[in-house]
């Protein structure tokens, strides 16, 4: 009788072993598949964003001239092609100007600066065949007036009488 005892004993822990390794498996298995579909998603998500590509860029500028003595920011935008629009940075957008010097989207025009109007174009790093270029003319009176000091602006100002 010991023998049988035995016999099954053993049986069933093959038995045990085998459904746990099935098990194992099974888990196993499922956590690759769950691995593999997020791996297949990011992958999907990132070639959708991609797709999004710059069909054109425009100059939003923020003044109609340029001061000298400073950096003058110089905004791009670019359109999507689903309509979208994306500020560019000179990450994306190469800057060259007729004068003065970039510093990212920042012109820097000298103080001593002869011209009177500098060309900047900007091109697309990725396709440089989308460009555009504008001019702006230097501003030519400087500005004397000095800023106002915090005690300045918060000085109450005279109150007018109404009749």
Do not use: C
């Not at 702006?136 to 109150?159: A, G, S």
């Amino acid at each position: 009788m010991s023998w049988d005892f035995d016999t099954r004993q053993q049986k069933l822990n093959f038995a045990d072993s085998f459904i746990i390794e099935q098990i194992l498996s099974s888990y196993t298995k499922a956590r690759l598949m769950k691995r593999f579909i997020t791996i297949v998603i990011f992958l999907a998500g990132v070639m959708a964003a991609r797709a999004q590509k710059v069909d054109s860029i425009f100059f939003h500028l923020y003044t109609d001239s340029l001061k000298k003595g400073t950096y003058n920011y110089i905004n791009v935008d670019g359109k999507l092609s689903n309509g979208h629009w994306l500020p560019l940075t000179s990450k994306e957008i190469i800057f060259t100007a007729s004068a003065g010097s970039f510093d990212g989207n920042s012109l820097f025009v000298a103080r001593d600066q002869s011209e009177q109007r500098i060309t900047i174009k900007a091109a697309l790093k990725t396709d440089t065949s989308i460009s555009i270029q504008t001019t702006i003319y230097i501003k030519k009176t400087e500005e004397t007036e000095p800023l106002k000091n915090e005690r300045d602006i918060m000085k109450p100002q005279d109150k007018r009488r109404r009749h």
